[in-house]
């Protein structure tokens, strides 16, 4: 299939989560359209069933495929762990997955072969990381640690709160047992947490964020193809939504690290 390089990228995530890839995106490929989709009407998508996240993750798939995207991203880990089979099989253009793109981070930066990933219990419990990281390598053992009270607590902006170190001591102490030298952050959230995880883990850790190597993955697919746009003009970012756009403008402006504009309400 031809596609035109003057199309924008379609991201995609359950809420505001997936705006740390646009975020990477923006910094990387600053030239680029990008259309964000997130689900802000049905989030969390963590505690759903796989069943349902699936069909959530084909109806999204159609909506930014009729609007002629140029590549999809699966920004929301727990959608790339549950439902990425049907999201390739729907999409005529490139899929690429922040699982994939955590999944390289990973490999690329454990020296001892013994890697954490935290994450929402539905990532955690689909195994996907295990699964993936182990195809890679087959020799890095996986220690994984479903973190569920990040997301509120990221989306509260107790980003360097009593409550939040507490929390993340209590997650990460097992992790820290089975001496891991590398932890990926395994939810789109929690780049944000990254400086007091690693306050928690200690300098012997290195953090290992999907977004930051999914836009060098973009990057390199881009320019492989002939896809990277040509222009020369600072890209044109939209967002769509399904619930609450002032909510998100607020929250979505710290994810993004600036104002958000030309947000849209969809209606389903």
Excluded at 51 to 71: C, D, G, M
Aim: proline residues 5%; hydrophobic residues 40%; aromatic residues 6%.
């Amino acid at each position: 299939m031809s596609v035109s390089p003057d199309l924008p990228i379609g991201v995609f995530d359950s809420g505001v989560g997936g705006l740390t890839v646009v975020r990477a995106l923006m910094e990387r490929l600053p030239n680029e359209d990008i259309l964000y989709f997130g689900d802000t009407a049905r989030v969390p998508y963590g505690v759903k069933s796989v069943e349902t996240i699936s069909h959530y993750a084909t109806q999204i798939t159609e909506f930014l495929l009729e609007r002629k995207v140029k590549l999809l991203i699966v920004a929301c880990n727990t959608m790339a762990a549950v439902a990425s089979q049907a999201i390739h099989d729907l999409s005529p253009v490139p899929v690429l997955d922040v699982i994939q793109a955590g999944t390289q981070g990973a490999v690329n930066t454990t020296l001892n072969k013994r890697v954490g990933v935290i994450g929402t219990l539905t990532t955690i419990n689909s195994q996907a990381y295990v699964h993936t990281i182990q195809q890679a390598d087959a020799d890095i053992r996986i220690h994984s640690q479903a973190c569920p009270l990040f997301v509120p607590l990221v989306e509260e902006g107790w980003l360097d709160h009593q409550v939040t170190r507490i929390t993340a001591i209590e997650y990460l102490q097992p992790l820290l047992q089975h001496g891991i030298d590398s932890l990926v952050l395994g939810c789109t959230h929690y780049p944000l947490l990254s400086p007091l995880l690693q306050e928690v883990v200690g300098d012997k850790v290195q953090l290992v964020d999907s977004a930051i190597t999914m836009a060098e993955q973009v990057e390199s697919l881009l320019d492989e193809t002939g896809m990277a746009n040509p222009k020369t003009t600072a890209g044109e970012h939209h967002y769509f939504v399904t619930d609450v756009p002032q909510r998100f403008q607020a929250v979505g402006g710290r994810f993004l690290g600036r104002p958000l504009s030309n947000v849209h309400v969809v209606n389903w």
